[in-house]
């Protein structure tokens, strides 16, 4: 992707979402960030007054573009409603095998800064929400559906731990 042709608030967030997420929010100072986006400090700082601004910004862009990725994997594997979980295995696979999976972003970002910003937290707290969601339209109707969505969302979070632990 070629930043340069990007508004300098995008850019910013282009390369925030880079290295917050393969590098850790903390491991990245704002110096860095700006080097790396092309931007002004001045200009940095005009979009993003602190850090923690940045952070959830990047929170929101992360889950715009991971949610769009889901459900656009699940229909690539073909995901109907109530037609069960296959292609949620399938689509997890593929996150799995990217050479750029570094687990969930949101799990990482609230073992980092949730103690210290609780936006974090509560921005994760609706991406694992919204993703219950949509797991929950795989599962057949009935009273139990939104509770069984509810464990299978737990499960995904076991195995992207585990991947991102195992390597994959």
Not at 5 to 16: G, N, S
Not at 85 to 103: C, H, I, M
Request: glycine share 8%; charged share 20%; hydrophobic share 50%.
């Amino acid at each position: 992707m070629d930043l340069s042709q990007l508004p300098a608030r995008e850019r910013i967030l282009v390369t925030a979402h880079a290295l917050f997420y393969r590098d850790g929010i903390r491991a990245t100072g704002v110096d860095r960030l700006i080097a790396e986006s092309g931007v002004a400090k001045l200009t940095f700082y005009r979009h993003f007054p602190s850090k923690d601004d940045l952070v959830r910004a990047f929170l929101d862009y992360r889950h715009e573009r991971w949610m769009a990725w889901l459900v656009d994997a699940l229909g690539r594997h073909g995901a109907r409603p109530g037609g069960g979980l296959a292609p949620l295995v399938a689509a997890l696979a593929e996150w799995f095998a990217d050479p750029a999976f570094r687990g969930c972003a949101f799990i990482n970002a609230v073992a980092e800064v949730g103690g210290s910003l609780p936006d974090a937290v509560a921005i994760a707290r609706r991406h694992k929400q919204e993703m219950t969601d949509v797991l929950a339209d795989l599962l057949p109707t009935g009273p139990h559906q939104h509770e069984a969505a509810h464990a299978v969302a737990v499960a995904v979070d076991g195995a992207i731990v585990q991947a991102q632990m195992a390597g994959g």
